[in-house]
């Protein structure tokens, strides 16, 4: 448990961080050192709070970490006007695209390129967006749909790149994770998200567990690939072992290009000896420390995870298009609804 000389000791990483959470794009300081800040976080992670992946195990299935889409929300794909867009939305129905490659990430995780159309689409996904994936394997009786969030640019031509975890109770993932090279899977989209336009925000926090990052990656991507956006972005993320980081060394490029405008806290159940950052899971006293304050006016907290992590910061949405009440950590720090969105 978190001792109250070290809640103490911890004060002057508040503040410091705060400092940052708070100033103006334009006005932060230099890098800096922040071994000290990842220290004093390591113990705030580690401070009790909401155990999310005890509460659901360490395999929560894919399937449940974002909830399936409704039929409205299937329905009412809006019409892409691009020419060169694989996927335009509107009456487009679904598209089989082919897998290209297929590549290891780690112990349960693979990255699949699919090869689009024409070698000259862009996928046609706008920030932030995802993709309908659909299977129907001969002894069901109904398709699965899954949404998937690309990890390849926007503007990328020819093919989509997808970062996907397999899980025993998640057929999409299993189904993915048992394809080869040539084999074929029906997409559909794009399913907009959070409309995202440059400067929209002065600091927005990404705040994700596991397979969760994904639609987080593509809004930071977006975010320090326009030179005119000058947002500022916070992420914490939640994992299980050091293994399970997807993106890392992503993100790791951004917050050494950008170190007055990006921050990347990582906080791990399992963590390995040395392990500097948070231990254990993503806290109340951790998010107090990192996140921009309530009354700081237009921030913006994104969360996406599986649902015990939902329950545990936000509270779970409504259905796939209702946000739902705010609830968990973020309401007890003062958060409003309208400064939190779920993906």
């Not at 749909?145 to 926007?154: A, V, W």
């Not at 990656?217 to 293994?243: C, H, M, W």
């Given at each position: ?322 946000q739902g009440e705010l609830a968990g950590i973020l309401k007890e720090l003062g958060y409003s609804k309208d400064q939190v969105y779920k993906f």
């Amino acid at each position: 448990m978190f001792t109250r000389q070290a809640l103490r000791s911890a004060q002057p990483l508040k503040i410091g961080f705060r400092r940052y959470a708070t100033e103006s794009p334009q006005s932060s300081p230099n890098g800096g050192s922040r071994t000290a800040i990842y220290a004093g976080l390591a113990a705030a992670a580690a401070a009790g709070g909401y155990y999310y992946y005890g509460q659901t195990g360490a395999s929560t299935s894919a399937a449940s970490a974002k909830a399936p889409p409704s039929k409205d929300e299937e329905q009412t794909i809006p019409a892409s006007t691009s020419k060169s867009a694989a996927f335009t939305g509107g009456e487009q129905g679904w598209v089989g695209l082919k897998l290209e490659s297929v590549e290891q990430v780690n112990h349960n995780t693979k990255k699949f390129r699919f090869a689009l159309p024409d070698k000259d689409n862009v996928s046609g996904l706008q920030i932030a967006s995802a993709l309908l994936t659909k299977y129907k394997g001969p002894e069901m009786e109904k398709p699965v749909i899954r949404p998937y969030t690309p990890t390849s640019d926007e503007d990328t031509r020819g093919y989509l790149d997808f970062v996907i975890k397999r899980y025993s109770d998640g057929p999409m993932s299993e189904h993915l994770h048992s394809m080869n090279p040539d084999q074929r899977l029906e997409f559909k989209g794009p399913i907009p998200k959070y409309p995202w336009s440059p400067n929209k925000h002065d600091h927005i926090a990404l705040i994700a567990g596991g397979t969760g990052i994904t639609p987080m990656y593509q809004l930071a991507r977006a975010i320090f690939k326009n030179p005119e956006d000058k947002t500022k972005v916070t992420l914490v993320f939640g994992n299980i072992s050091e293994a399970d980081i997807l993106l890392k060394r992503e993100f790791e490029d951004l917050e050494n290009e950008y170190p007055q405008r990006f921050r990347a806290f990582y906080v791990l159940d399992n963590p390995p000896d040395g392990w500097t950052q948070g231990k254990g899971f993503i806290t109340k006293e951790l998010l107090k420390t990192v996140l921009p304050e309530p009354k700081v006016e237009n921030t913006k907290i994104f969360v996406c995870g599986p649902p015990a992590m939902y329950r545990a910061i936000s509270g779970v949405k409504k259905s796939p298009a209702e946000q739902g009440e705010l609830a968990g950590i973020l309401k007890e720090l003062g958060y409003s609804k309208d400064q939190v969105y779920k993906f």
